[in-house]
């Protein structure tokens, strides 16, 4: 199926985990694809490799620009860039709660803001955006995470509506667990007097190929990528201004 045959993309984060995962489904559609990420990226084929800070806006200002300039424009941005830090809310620190906001979500306006030129030239503009089921539901110890995934999602409708009669379209996709850098480091994150019995609620109904290092059922990375791949394409072009819940059934 090659439904992304000439489709000119960006991929932020796509050196790890989803965006990895995206960035090999979108080649294998048929797409042109730049992959940038904030550490070196040498092992996607097919892919034009980026370094790109998203939370720095002279990097991606660059970034951006040397994207499109690769590209010959731009169809498609996948702001897949993001990191997690937890705490027990009362002790996060002022750093930690700024750095997760300036990644996920400042990160992901400014790769937007300079991507939307192209973008609008474009016949077949779309952003996808990445929140997470912790926008909706409770998510312990991860305050600064989940408002800056609540804050993706306010975004990416605001960003939806505001262009829509230019024919962009932009979604966010709120993962569940899904297998990555981010669910394999939560030994690494996690509060060490954590109490597990808070993320009860959070585990999938459906059967799961994987685990994370701390032993819960996750998904693959490709299941998302492969949803990614039909909002960037045609099939996806009714579909604007919304979420898209990929969690094995966690909030039902
Ligand atoms: N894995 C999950 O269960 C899950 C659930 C909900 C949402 N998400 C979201 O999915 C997206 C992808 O994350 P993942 O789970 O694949 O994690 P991951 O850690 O495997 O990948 C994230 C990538 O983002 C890159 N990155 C971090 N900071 C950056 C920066 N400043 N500039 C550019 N790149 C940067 C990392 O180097 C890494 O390659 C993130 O936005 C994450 O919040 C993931």
């Not at 509506?161 to 994150?189: C, F, H, M, N």
């Amino acid at each position: 199926m090659e439904r992304l045959r000439d489709r000119r993309v960006l991929v932020t984060g796509a050196g790890s985990g989803i965006g990895r995962a995206t960035t090999l489904r979108l080649l294998e559609e048929g797409a042109q694809v730049v992959a940038a990420d904030v550490k070196g990226l040498d092992d996607l084929p097919g892919s034009v490799p980026l370094t790109m800070d998203v939370a720095d806006e002279d990097s991606v200002a660059t970034g951006v620009a040397s994207a499109i300039d690769t590209l010959g424009g731009l169809d498609v941005l996948v702001n897949a860039a993001g990191i997690l830090l937890a705490s027990h809310t009362h002790e996060t620190s002022l750093e930690l709660w700024n750095r997760v906001l300036a990644v996920n979500l400042t990160g992901t306006f400014l790769v937007t803001r300079a991507a939307l030129p192209a973008l609008l030239a474009s016949e077949h503009g779309v952003v996808v955006n990445f929140s997470s089921t912790s926008a909706s539901f409770a998510h312990p110890y991860m305050a600064a995470y989940c408002a800056s995934k609540g804050g993706i999602q306010a975004f990416t409708h605001s960003l939806a509506l505001e262009y829509s009669k230019q024919g962009l379209r932009a979604v966010s996709i709120a993962p569940g667990s899904v297998k990555s850098g981010i669910t394999d480091s939560a030994a690494s994150w996690l509060p060490r007097d954590v109490d597990f019995s808070l993320f009860g609620r959070l585990l999938p109904i459906l059967p799961t190929d994987h685990t994370t290092e701390v032993g819960n059922p996750v998904a693959g990375p490709e299941t998302v990528a492969g949803v990614v791949a039909m909002l960037a394409s045609d099939d996806g072009k009714f579909i604007t201004g919304t979420e898209i819940r990929i969690d094995g059934g966690t909030h039902t």
